[in-house]
């Protein structure tokens, strides 16, 4: 079984930083894309960031220049640093990953559990 286990929230003031960890384990063949995504209270679920194998990424405009996603493929494994945060970034974070488990030849969509970073004005 494939599991992403996501650790790093916490509560810091605006203006702090934090580093959000995301490790995928179990039978895992390649991963293709590795993402954050958040959910405020009363929100819809939404996309922060995302990174490919290759190192492409993409990130929502209200985190361009603040939070940097990176990954790193030996550990399956992804991060979020996020700087510069704001009372808007509180929400619970979501790690996302399209894996291909041994034993499968398609890809197939995991979620974490998710952490919560709470940031106080």
């Known amino acids: 079984q494939v599991q992403l286990v996501e650790s790093g929230g916490g509560l810091v003031q605006a203006g702090e930083s934090l580093r959000l960890s995301c490790a995928a384990s179990?039978?895992?063949?390649?991963?293709?894309?590795m993402g954050w995504y958040r959910q405020a209270p009363g929100k819809q679920r939404e996309l922060v960031a995302g990174?490919?194998?290759?190192?492409?990424?993409n990130y929502d405009d209200s985190v361009k220049g603040r939070f940097t996603i990176s990954r790193d493929n030996a550990k399956n494994t992804a991060y979020l640093q996020m700087n510069s945060l704001k009372p808007e970034d509180t929400a619970a974070y979501y790690c996302n990953a399209v894996i291909v488990a041994v034993g499968l030849s398609y890809a197939t969509n995991y979620w974490g559990k998710g952490t919560l970073v709470t940031v106080s004005s």
């Open positions: 179990g039978s895992i063949v390649s991963i293709a894309v």
């Open positions: 990174i490919t194998s290759g190192g492409l990424r």
